[in-house]
Each structure stands twice: as C-alpha cells, then as structure tokens.
C-alpha cells in the first residue's frame, strides 16, 4: 500500500480523473469520498463501486435483478461479515442472475462516474484500507472505465445540441425517411419508441422506463439523427 491513509484536495486543484489515475497506479483501496456526496471506492487500484447522490439506492438497482426482495438485498449491502460481501451471497444464492448483477453494476457505476465527471471544485478526501459490504468481485480497471465516462461526455454534448431538454417531447414520422424501405427496431429502441406519442416528455420517458437520462436520450438521439422521430413543437 503506498498511498497515504488521509488524502485531501481539490477537484479544482486535481480533476477526478487525474486524482483517480494516481490512485490507480499506487494500487490504492478506500474510498474516495467527495463533498457533494460521491463516493468511489477501490481495490488495488480498480474501481468496484461508485455511488453518485443523484443515482439511484444500489439496493434499488440489484432489485432489478430479482434475487431477493429490497429488505433482504440492503441488509446484505449494510452488514458486512469477514471474509464474505453482498455479491458473494448474491452470486451462490443466484447463480442464473450473475451476468445481470454483474451488468447492472457495470451501467450503475458508469453512470455514477459520468455525472462526477464534471469539472468542479469540490473537496475530496481518500480513506484507505475500508471496504464497501457489496464486495469486489466486479471490480473494473479504473481507467478503462474513465475512458468509457469520457465518451460518454463526448456523446452527451453532442446529444445536448438535439435535445437541449428532458421536457422535450417527440413524436414518430408519418413515413420511413427517402429511399428506406423498412427499419429493424431493436427491443430496447421499442422499449422507446413505445412512449412516443407526441404527449410524453423525455423526463417521462426515463421515469417510465425506470432507465438512465443518458441511455434514453442517446436512444432517441439515434431516432432522430435516422429520421424516425421529430420533435413536437409547442403550439
């Protein structure tokens, strides 16, 4: 262990990804805590959790995965015993639900890190050698998932020029765009596309499906940039 059992600082002074990048080359585990109430916590440098205060409970996200009510999953996620974590139980007790876990988790901690991605000047601390109860067995590599939040940032610039607002409301097309004949709909893009009735804002849209404003929007971005959706301008 070669990071200190204290850090403090500045995001203004070191972005988060530079504090994450070092933490990550001194194979650091702890939480780093934020003031705005984001946490981020490692494991010999990889990130396992992330927990911004804006996202969803984790309890609330592994409930999706149907293995255990919500009582039993935040019991797990609050008591922890040595030698075991939440997702140990989790994985024995339902094995047929791993991947699911594994990719909830997965979206649960990118989302998280794209929303803190955000220049700011918040204060941050680093506390080593603490463990969250979920454990880390889902542990990723912390730049690899700094380079997926990164273009996500990217992506969502550029989503921001065509729908400046989850108020918006859109509406489909009368026809297919010129010269296509049909269009294959994915299950997730009718899991959209169900909801867009000229009525139903994007906010609705992403309250409805339960989904990240990220995921929804960038799915109707793809909507509109093909020409199959159009916004319903406000008479």
């Given amino acids: ?42 494991s010999a440098g990889q990130t396992y959790l992330v927990n911004s205060p804006t996202a969803p409970a984790l309890g609330a996200v592994l409930f999706a995965a149907d293995v255990g009510s919500l009582e039993e999953i935040n019991n797990l996620l609050t008591l922890s015993e040595p030698g075991s974590s939440a997702l140990d139980h989790i994985c024995s007790e339902y094995p047929d639900s791993v991947v699911g876990v594994q990719r909830l988790i997965h979206e649960h901690n990118l989302n998280g890190l794209f929303e803190m991605m955000v220049p700011s000047d918040q204060q941050y601390s680093f506390r080593s050698d603490v463990v969250n109860p979920l454990g880390v067995r889902f542990a990723e590599p912390t730049s690899e998932l700094l380079s997926k939040a990164s273009t996500r940032v990217d992506t969502w610039r550029k989503i921001a020029t065509q729908i400046p607002s989850t108020s918006a409301v859109f509406q489909l097309v009368h026809s297919l765009p010129a010269r296509a004949e049909e269009r294959l709909v994915t299950a997730e893009e009718w899991r959209y596309i169900s909801y867009i009735d000229g009525r ?10 339960g989904e990240s404003a990220f995921r929804v929007t960038s799915a109707l971005y793809r909507l509109l940039l093909e020409g199959l959706i159009e916004e319903k301008k406000a008479t």
């Fill in 1 to 42: 262990m070669t990071v200190e059992t204290e850090i403090h600082g500045t995001l203004a002074a070191s972005p988060l990804p530079e504090v994450l990048h070092t933490l990550e080359s001194q194979n650091a585990t702890g939480v780093l805590n934020l003031a705005g109430g984001g946490e981020i916590w490692l």
């Fill in 200 to 209: 139903t804002s994007v906010s609705s849209v992403i309250t409805a499906t």
